[in-house]
């Protein structure tokens, strides 16, 4: 079992800042990539940035300059910087896994999720 816990969420204000984690435990052989996706009501889950294993990052372009994401492979958390927030970034925000729990079985994984809003 592999189980993705989230937390950091909560309600700021425009121009704020929120700090995501999220630590993925059970049986975790090595973790591939991690990414945070978020989804609005009434719009489509959207990815907001990726981190490999290997530290390389992908940003949206709307959070661009503004998040930041890290890994702790020791550790197997993932956090999400996230300042000068805006109005438009109010989502669900969702951790995801790309996990090996052997040598051979792959899998993504989702987080239940955490609410981040923001006011004007």
């Known amino acids: 079992q592999v189980q993705l816990v989230e937390s950091g969420g909560g309600l700021v204000q425009a121009g704020g800042s929120l700090r995501l984690s999220c630590v993925a435990s059970?049986?975790?052989?090595?973790?591939?990539?991690m990414g945070w996706y978020r989804q609005a009501p009434g719009k489509q889950r959207e990815l907001v940035a990726t981190i490999s294993s290997g530290c390389s990052t992908n940003f949206a372009d709307s959070v661009k300059g503004r998040f930041t994401i890290s890994l702790d492979n020791a550790k197997n958390t993932m956090w999400l910087q996230m300042i000068s927030l805006k109005p438009e970034d109010t989502a669900v925000y969702y951790c995801?896994?790309?996990?090996?729990?052997?040598?051979?079985?792959?899998?993504?994984?989702w987080g239940q999720g955490t609410q981040v809003t923001v006011s004007s």
């Open positions: 995801n896994a790309n996990i090996a729990t052997s040598w051979y079985l792959v899998k993504d994984y």
């Open positions: 059970g049986t975790v052989f090595s973790v591939n990539a």
